[in-house]
């Protein structure tokens, strides 16, 4: 079993910035992807981006709607993965999850472990 435990949402201006946290205990031997999800109301749930966690190289893909404005990144040392949001848009409220998979996919069917979520609220 694997705990994710998403922080760091909140309100925000648009244009303004905002970075989520996403922690990581239990059982991580088959953890090698991290990604960030989210949901805005109504909708289904969007791919934002996704990382390995070890290796030699770091793979790193992002969402259409959010490239070149977020930004995931990782501490090993505190099992920690993050999400950096940049120029956040209205269209960005949602609530965001993390999620962990044995291989890289922007796919939610492919991830076994869910954090609770955390809200991001975007006011124009």
């Known amino acids: 079993q694997i705990q994710l435990v998403e922080s760091g949402g909140g309100l925000v201006q648009a244009g303004g910035s905002l970075g989520l946290s996403c922690a990581t205990s239990g059982d991580t031997v088959s953890d090698y992807a991290r990604g960030w999800f989210r949901q805005g109301a109504g909708k289904e749930r969007e791919f934002v981006a996704v990382m390995n966690l070890y290796g030699r190289t770091t793979y790193i893909y992002y969402g259409d709607s959010v490239r070149g404005r977020f930004t995931i990144s990782r501490d090993n040392a505190t099992n920690t993965v993050y999400l950096q949001m940049n120029s956040l848009k209205p269209e960005d409220a949602a609530v965001y999850y993390c999620?962990?998979?044995?291989?890289?996919?922007?796919?939610?069917?492919?991830?076994?472990?869910w954090g609770q979520g955390t809200q991001v609220t975007v006011s124009s």
């Open positions: 999620a962990a998979a044995k291989y890289i996919s922007r796919m939610t069917n492919d991830y076994n472990f």
